[in-house]
């Protein structure tokens, strides 16, 4: 596989950052199969911690992770990259390029963002009133968080209390 097909494409994730934007969000479980539906998304196990789905993404693994508590929503995790078994600089340096290249995407969807960290582990956030929209940097990986803004407010304020 070409480590172009290892990272999902600019256009196709904006595009699922703008419906998940416009989506009618509850944050209950029940939001599961109806945001599945819009992003043509397809649940593929439910878990004791949500459920795994099966994304459109073009990548070898097309996955997310739907996080939930006691019927209470808190995340989706979307893969916006496999892992490579290529050189590992030529990826990372693809990587960290794609990861700037799906933030300007999504910067002319929703805005500039709220909160921006820089590095191997950085992330640019947005917080909209329905949902928290995070891209995240994981060294090699991308991953796009949909968030529960009362959760993140909780993670947020248990982070500034260890601070």
């Not at 904006?14 to 397809?42: H, I, M, P, S, Y």
């Not at 993404?57 to 916006?80: K, T």
């Not at 582990?121 to 929209?133: E, H, K, M, N, P």
Request: hydrophobic share 40%; net charge negative.
């Amino acid at each position: 596989m070409e480590s172009e097909e290892m990272l999902a494409g600019v256009e196709k994730v904006v595009e699922k950052v703008r419906v998940a934007a416009g989506f009618d969000w509850t944050w209950f479980g029940t939001d599961l199969d109806r945001f599945c539906r819009v992003q043509n998304w397809r649940v593929a196990e439910h878990t004791a911690l949500g459920a795994v789905i099966t994304t459109d993404l073009d990548l070898a693994r097309p996955e997310a992770r739907w996080r939930e508590r006691d019927g209470r929503a808190e995340q989706v995790i979307v893969f916006l990259s496999d892992l490579s078994s290529s050189d590992e600089s030529d990826f990372v340096r693809q990587v960290y390029d794609h990861f700037s290249a799906l933030t300007t995407g999504i910067v002319s969807t929703l805005g500039l963002p709220t909160r921006t960290r820089a590095g191997s582990d950085g992330f640019v956030r947005w917080d909209l009133a329905s949902a928290i929209v995070e891209l995240r940097l994981d060294e090699d990986s991308i991953f796009l968080h949909f968030v529960d803004p009362m959760y993140r407010a909780e993670l947020d304020h248990s982070v500034n209390e260890e601070c």
